[in-house]
């Protein structure tokens, strides 16, 4: 099994910025890829960010220039610098593994942290 910890939500004001970390515990699961995802009120959960255990990324058009992944420290553990964050920004972020076992691929998710952009 696949445990994500993600810490470092909060409250900023706007053009702030804020560093979300993800940390994935497994010693058996091969993990493929981790990512970001965030759930506003009334909408759907969308894809931020994702890293590959290549370093292979991809950003939402909507933070691109704003929002940085990548790997820190231990190879299970990936960061989310937002700089420059707006009101629209405002969500529960969730952290995402994709991990596999054998053959079989399977979705983890984290609790969810929320970030608020708020003057």
């Known amino acids: 099994q696949v445990q994500l910890v993600e810490s470092g939500g909060g409250l900023v004001q706007p053009g702030g910025s804020l560093r979300l970390s993800c940390a994935a515990s497994?010693?058996?699961?091969?993990?493929?890829?981790m990512g970001w995802y965030r759930q506003a009120p009334g909408k759907q959960r969308d894809v931020v960010a994702t890293?590959?255990?290549?370093?292979?990324?991809n950003y939402a058009d909507s933070v691109k220039g704003r929002f940085t992944i990548s790997r820190d420290g231990a190879k299970n553990t990936v960061t989310l610098q937002m700089n420059s964050l707006k009101p629209e920004d405002t969500a529960v972020y969730y952290c995402?593994?994709?991990?596999?076992?054998?053959?079989?691929?399977?979705?983890?998710w984290g609790q969810g942290t929320q970030v608020t952009v708020s003057s």
């Open positions: 995402y593994a994709q991990a596999k076992l054998f053959n079989k691929v399977n979705d983890y």
């Open positions: 890293i590959t255990s290549g370093g292979s990324t």
């Open positions: 497994t010693t058996i699961f091969t993990i493929n890829a």
